[in-house]
């Protein structure tokens, strides 16, 4: 009996050490969340400082945000530790880092350095950038919110039901980093805010996405895969601002090009069966 006592006790020792280390995972995924949304606040901050070198560093940290978005969920999964509450404060955060932030830069970058602030064309063109940037933050939430309620696109985790939020953020992050320099015509303020609004309707849309959900990381690879991995990351370090405008472009029009091929076979497999 007196040994099972003191078996008891490093038994009991060991559960409650579990106990504490499952409790201290949950925390995990939940720094993650919490770095994603400091990148977003520090997006929206230097925003509002403006500048060149300003807006280049909100860029990238909404770049850091959706790393640290794509980590938080792979790191709940991987460890067990996937709550509810877990997901609403990813989504409140994605608010911030995904449609505040991009929705604020994207009026800042492409509407105050217009010359010729009080005229009148360049106060038309703020009143069209506050409505366009807020139609981009509204559907983000609107997404957002979707996502919470219907998840992925029915059929597997292959694909997202409308634009993701991450991706929408980095196609403005990507040209604001790309480009550099704010936009000085009016032309061009209008043709990029009119994109902030059109990646606000893809966000709302119901065309599939591909959402890399299904990559094997963690499973063995081919040495090959390990070194066109590292070549790529080589590359996207070194030419950044022209390999993140062409991937985020590419992302988005590739989801457009392949639901208009979806919507011609669906047209003409009926005619062919006829």
Partial sequence: MA?????EIPFKERRLRSTKLRRGIFLLPSMFTVA??????????????????QFDRAAKAIGFAILFDSLDGRVARMTGTTSEFGMQFDSLADVV???VAPALMAYAWGVRSLPGQDTLAVEQISQFGWICCLA?????????A??????????????FVGLPTPAAAGVIAAFVHGLKTPIHDERWAMAWLFLAAVLGALMTSTI???SFKD???????????????CLFVAVVWKYSEV????FASAYVAGGLILQIVRVFRHRVAPRTAA
């Fill in 97 to 99: 880092s995904f449609g």
């Fill in 215 to 229: 990559v094997p990381w963690t499973r063995r690879q081919p040495s090959l895969a390990i070194v066109l991995l």
């Fill in 36 to 53: 994603n949304l400091l990148c977003g606040y520090y997006a929206v901050v230097a925003s509002f400082m403006g500048g060149t070198d």
């Fill in 136 to 144: 981009f933050l509204i559907c983000c939430a609107w997404r957002l």
């Fill in 208 to 210: 599939r996405y591909y």
């Fill in 3 to 7: 040994e099972f006592e003191q078996q």
């Fill in 243 to 246: 390999v993140l405008t062409l």
């Fill in 146 to 159: 979707r996502f919470n309620v219907q998840g992925m696109a029915p059929g597997g985790s292959k694909s």
